[in-house]
Structure formats: C-alpha cells, structure tokens
C-alpha cells in the first residue's frame, strides 16, 4: 500500500516538475537568443543579418545630385553657389591658417546624402579673396566643398530656394584686383535707334537727352520670375512674368532716355534667372540702385493696392506669406532667413533702400492714382525678400498692383496702366537721385 502510494506521489510530482523544467528552459532559449541578438546588432562579426551594402541603400534613398558650383566676385565679398536638384542636409566648417606650413585659411561644407553630378568640377577664383573651390565626393554618401582663401574677415552661409542653393559669401581685404573672369550673363538694354533730322516745327516739343545726374549713373532693373517660373497668376490667366517684363523694358527706356542713365536689366526677354543671381548682377556691374518689378497676389481677391519693399525682418504674417510666395520657397524656410538676415545686411544700405521706397512709392502713387480710381496706397514696406538679400546698393521691390484682383488684373493688362507705373517709378527715382547729389 505504502509503496502504490508513493509511485502515485512521484508521478505527480513528475507532472508537475517537468513542465516548470520545460517552461523554464524554453525562457532561457528566449533570454539567450535575444542577447545574441544583441550582441549581434553591436558586432558585424556575431551578427547572422545580411549586410546592407552601399548600393542597397542608394537604391532605398534616392541621394540628392549637385548639380553646379559657380561663383561671383564683387568688391565687398565673393559669393559661391552650390545648386541641387533638391533640399539636402549639410553642415560647414572653418579651418584656420597653418602658418608652418604656409596653408591659407579654409571653409569646407559637408552636403549630407548627396552625390556629385558629371561634369561638375572645381572652380578657379584668383580675385584675392578665395583661390577656388574644389568639389568631390568624400565619402559614399556626401559631397565635400572646399574653399581655399587668401583672405576672409568673415562668412555667412545660407540658402536659397528654386533650385535648392547653398550660398557662402565671404568678405575680408582683397589681395589683388577683381580678376577679369567672365561675367554672368547680363540682358543689357538695346542703344538706342539712330536719330532722325528733327523739324524746326518739332524742337519744342522734343525732350533733350539728359545726362545723367548726381552719383547714380548705373542702375540694374529687375524684371520678377521669368522662363519656368510664372509668378503670380491672376483669375484671367494673366502671368506676373509677362506683366512685370512689359513694365520693366518700359522704365529701363525712360531712364536711359530721360535721365541719361547706364541701365542693365537682369532678363529682357522670357527667360528664368535664379534669384541668387540677380544681384549678384546688380554688384557685379557696379549698379548704383537696384529695382525689381513685381505684381502682388493674395488669398482675399479683394486686396489691392501698391506698396514698395526694402530688405528687412518681416514685421507681419502677411509680409512673411508674400515674401514667401516671392521667394517660391515656405514660411518655415522664411523664418530660418530672418533668423540671418541681420548678420547679411550689416554692409546693407538700410537707410538709403527705405529713402528709395518711400520715393517711389510716393511717385507711383501720385502718377497712377491721377488718373485711376480707387488706387489705394499701401505704403512703404519691409521684407525678407531672397531678390533683395546681397545687394551693395540700395535696392528695392515693387509690388504694381495685386493679379489676384479681378479689376487690378485687368489694369495691369493695360498699356496705359503699365505707362503710367513706369512713369511713377521714373519719378521716384529722379527725386530720389536729386536728393543726393
């Protein structure tokens, strides 16, 4: 009996052992798989994953292409441009000289998830202030630029958008003279046709060519957007591009012809020119004044009216959304250029650009609104305007009347319009150029 009792006691004991043995060692095999696996994620060697080869991953993440390396020399810095088909991290660095070695100081920028496109090579300066800049892929996954100085009292870097740029300008005292390197293309304004005999009966009425006045002898005017880049569009399918042109080849005349003034025009015709460049222009030719034609738009189709810009900290949300809309590029992007702006405009002809739009604006406004009913003056303005940052001259961005206004729309189609607004800019311009002789 004691014996039957205790095989029955031993049997339940097994029953009940053994499965706890099991679970138990079942957890064991989980708690040592999962600290190879540890292991595994902190050593290739252990690790039984496939590797992912550099290959795989550009074919998971598409790597962003530099497109183009170009560069611009101007009196008070030399600017380069490093163009990509899209955004890119990047981060920048500044090296100091070597002087046991007799190596200058440098700046290298690090474009993260990007490669180099074909053809894309380094760049010779030579105009005192940088040497040149050389490009390479450093690594798999990332594009070094470097700038090789022979002098720099400081640098900003910052972007641009349409295409994606990264901009390095770099001041300091120049060793040399401005190299004679090529210029940017420029559309510089037709000569004039040759004069015919002018009548007796005709000399009265015939306004003189003026020579031209005072300090301000070169002026570039900028015609807004262009080539794949519309502008604005207004509800009657009317494109900014198109209307700011009309108005800019009018004011380019009428300085040249009534003020005696060199004008150069950043585009004369329906091409597209980076807004990096277009006062990059204006500093390479030596401009004494920098204007650039636009038309407005907003969401309210009622808005409407002028108003004149110079370059500054946006003050409102609506200066910071038209700025925006100007720049093709979004509010985020608007607020991380203020956040420099201040640092970019400390050479900035601050004054004399808020001199030059209250000008303006007044003349625009005395000449339109003479004729034109219900013309509503907006005033004078600050904004971070991409167009306007990097000027050397006073420099200033004209809003003719607001696209997404049905009646303004329509004004701005008219030839009699446009007349009138070049007159007013011409004005604003001649009382302006007066008041600093």
Do not use: C
């Not at 474009?111 to 040149?132: C, F, Q, R, S, Y």
């Not at 005709?202 to 070169?218: D, F, S």
């Not at 002028?306 to 979004?330: R, S």
């Not at 200033?396 to 701005?412: D, G, K």
């Amino acid at each position: 009996m004691q014996k039957k009792l205790f095989q029955l006691l031993f049997i339940i004991f097994l029953s009940i052992v053994l499965p706890l043995n099991a679970l138990a060692l079942k957890s064991g095999d989980k708690a040592k798989s999962w600290k190879k696996g540890s292991v595994g994620n902190r050593s290739a060697k252990s690790s039984k994953q496939k590797k992912v080869t550099p290959a795989e991953v550009e074919k998971q993440v598409e790597p962003a292409l530099v497109k183009e390396l170009r560069h611009w020399s101007n009196p008070d810095y030399t600017r380069i441009a490093v163009s990509l088909d899209r955004e890119a991290k990047f981060v920048y660095h500044r090296l100091p000289p070597n002087r046991e070695q007799n190596i200058p100081p440098r700046l290298y920028i690090d474009i993260e998830g990007a490669h180099v496109a074909p053809g894309v090579k380094d760049i010779t300066i030579g105009d005192g202030l940088m040497k040149g800049a050389r490009i390479a892929q450093f690594r798999p996954d990332t594009v070094r630029v470097v700038l090789d100085l022979d002098s720099m009292k400081d640098f900003k870097v910052f972007t641009f958008s349409d295409p994606f740029s990264i901009i390095i300008d770099v001041k300091g005292e120049r060793q040399t003279e401005i190299s004679s390197a090529a210029a940017p293309s420029i559309s510089v304004l037709p000569a004039a046709p040759e004069p015919r005999p002018v009548r007796a009966e005709e000399k009265k009425t015939t306004p003189a060519l003026r020579p031209a006045i005072g300090k301000i002898r070169r002026i570039v005017v900028d015609a807004g957007h262009g080539g794949h880049d519309p502008g604005a569009l207004g509800a009657g399918g009317t494109r900014e591009k198109d209307i700011v042109l009309q108005i800019a080849l009018k004011v380019s005349r009428k300085l040249r012809d009534e003020l005696g003034l060199d004008v150069v025009m950043t585009r004369s015709t329906d091409v597209f020119i980076e807004l990096k460049e277009r006062t990059a222009i204006a500093n390479k030719v030596g401009a004494d004044l920098f204007v650039s034609i636009h038309a407005n738009a907003a969401l309210n189709r009622n808005s409407n009216g002028i108003e004149t810009y110079y370059l500054n900290l946006a003050k409102t949300q609506k200066v910071a959304q038209l700025a925006a809309l100007e720049n093709g590029t979004t509010l985020e992007k608007v607020s991380l250029l203020q956040a420099v702006l201040f640092d970019l405009m400390a050479n900035y002809k601050l004054n004399d650009s808020a001199h030059l739009a209250d000008d303006v604006q007044k003349a625009v406004i005395s000449k339109v609104g003479g004729k034109y009913t219900g013309v509503k003056n907006l005033g004078v303005k600050q904004g971070p305007f991409y167009v306007l940052v990097g000027a050397t001259m006073p420099s200033i961005l004209v809003e003719t009347a607001f696209l997404s206004n049905e009646r303004e729309e329509a004004r701005l189609n008219d030839p009699a319009y446009q007349d009138l607004t070049a007159e007013g800019i011409l004005d604003g311009i001649r009382e302006y150029i007066a008041s600093v002789k």
